[in-house]
């Protein structure tokens, strides 16, 4: 994913030049004293229909951890490897949830991202499981979390939502 303070200054750019003037961006603002921390958790997420809940969370300082939560029900295909990200990036979380290096074929019944403590969560990306990017009516926002609406086709491959400290 981009830089969140970065990527939404270049929207409409051709993609690799997009996200090389976002990475240009990045590095100037960690040059700038921007401290990185990323937690990455695994998981498998396996179709049997149950609901499943993973997390990852990073200390903040002086305060409650920032908790990144990932709640969902699948069905049809396989077990299939996924990654559940949270990174600090300066004043920035970032929350991601992935299946790396390729597609999914799962059927998603329902699935929820949560942010916590945060409100105010702000949709950075979302990809269907062949890595197609979300209707703006696929997903709803709600405070720190971010839910499948009714325009949701039950296909997810990448999620990524971010917040401000507070």
């Known amino acids: 994913s981009l830089c969140p303070l970065c990527s ?3 929207p409409t750019m051709a993609s690799a030049l997009r996200v090389m003037l976002a990475v240009a961006c990045c590095l100037a603002l960690v040059s700038a004293d921007v401290k990185i921390t ?3 958790e695994e998981f498998e997420a396996k179709p049997n229909g149950q609901m499943t809940t993973t997390k990852a969370e ?3 300082p002086g305060g409650t951890p920032a908790v990144c939560e990932f709640t969902f029900a699948v069905v049809g295909g ?3 490897h996924w990654n559940l990200i949270i990174r600090q990036e300066g004043k920035y979380f970032v929350c991601t949830v992935e299946r790396p290096n390729q597609g999914s074929y799962l059927y998603f019944m329902y699935f929820q991202l949560t942010m ?3 409100k105010n969560v702000k949709v950075l990306a979302a990809k269907d ?3 197609r990017i979300l ?4 997903v709803r926002v709600s405070e720190n979390n971010v839910i499948a609406n009714a325009d949701f086709q039950n296909s997810l491959g990448y999620l990524s ?3 401000k400290m507070t």
């Open 58 to 60: 990073i200390n903040r």
């Open 38 to 40: 990323e937690i990455v």
């Open 129 to 131: 499981g062949q890595q």
């Open 8 to 10: 939404s200054r270049f």
């Open 78 to 80: 396989t077990n299939e």
């Open 116 to 118: 916590k403590p945060f």
């Open 135 to 138: 209707g703006a009516n696929s």
């Open 161 to 163: 939502v971010t917040t």
